[in-house]
């Protein structure tokens, strides 16, 4: 099973600036990642698949980057309601597995 | 718009058996080529894919759990079951149906979307 590490666990922003979650594989799962976020009492929303595209209606300050192991989600400016928690998921070995999540919260 | 929406008792005891349906409405489970799974999510914790199905019948199960999983479709009602025994605390969740995202014709390994809003499920005596 392919084991998915988030750092940090929590990150401390304020609206406006920019920030970057990372997930890291524990084997290649080339570009078969997706991102999600999740709000309290609410199910994940898909937020970007295969790695760097975006899912409908996500708006453009998010984007994803990396292939192999390394991947990054970047949020260039944050909205209010961007804090929230993200999750990393991978489709590329059976079963598909998710990281522990990064939590998102206004400093 | 394709809408899940899982139903079933909120409080299980220790040993029993844990039993959820989604209800899929704005679509039909047997007309299209997806297949329809369970997320869990224990209380400030991680996400657990549990398994899937498709309206044939067909099945994938993670194998941690593989054991104590079945699920189930029921194309007359358009909705699909989960069933969990031998339950522990350790199986207290929000338990989360949802469709996977990309056609098994293009691979059985997908992201999920959309998902169900979730149900709680405690395990306690």
């Known amino acids: 099973e392919i084991v998915l590490t988030q750092s940090p666990a929590t990150l401390s922003l304020s609206p406006g600036e920019r920030a970057t979650l990372s997930c890291r594989a524990s084997?290649?799962?080339?570009?078969?990642l997706a991102w999600y976020q999740q709000k309290p009492g609410q199910a994940p929303r898909l937020l970007i698949y295969d790695a760097s595209n975006r899912a409908t209606g996500i708006p453009a300050r998010f984007s994803g980057s990396g292939s192999g192991t390394d991947f990054t989600l970047t949020i260039s400016s944050l909205e209010p309601e961007d804090f929230a928690v993200y999750y990393c998921?991978?489709?590329?070995?059976?079963?598909?597995?998710f990281g522990q999540g990064t939590k998102l919260e206004i400093k | 718009q394709l809408q899940l929406q899982e139903s079933g008792p909120g409080l299980v005891k220790p040993s029993e058996t844990l039993s959820l349906t989604c209800t899929v409405s704005?679509?039909?489970?047997?007309?299209?080529?997806?297949?329809w799974g369970w997320i869990r999510q224990p209380p400030g914790k991680g996400l657990e894919w549990i398994g899937n199905i498709y309206y044939s019948g067909s099945t994938y199960y993670n194998p941690s759990l593989k054991s104590r999983v079945t699920i189930s479709v029921d194309m007359s009602k358009n909705q699909f079951s989960l069933q969990l025994n031998s339950v522990t605390a350790a199986d207290t969740a929000v338990y989360y149906c949802?469709?996977?995202?990309?056609?098994?014709?293009?691979?059985?390994?997908?992201?999920?979307?959309?998902w169900g809003q979730g149900s709680l499920v405690t395990v306690s005596s």
């Open positions: 084997q290649s799962v080339s570009t078969y």
């Open positions: 704005g679509g039909s489970i047997s007309s299209s080529s997806y297949y």
């Open positions: 949802a469709r996977d995202r990309r056609p098994f014709t293009e691979t059985t390994l997908s992201e999920f979307d959309p």
């Open positions: 998921q991978q489709r590329s070995n059976w079963p598909q597995t």
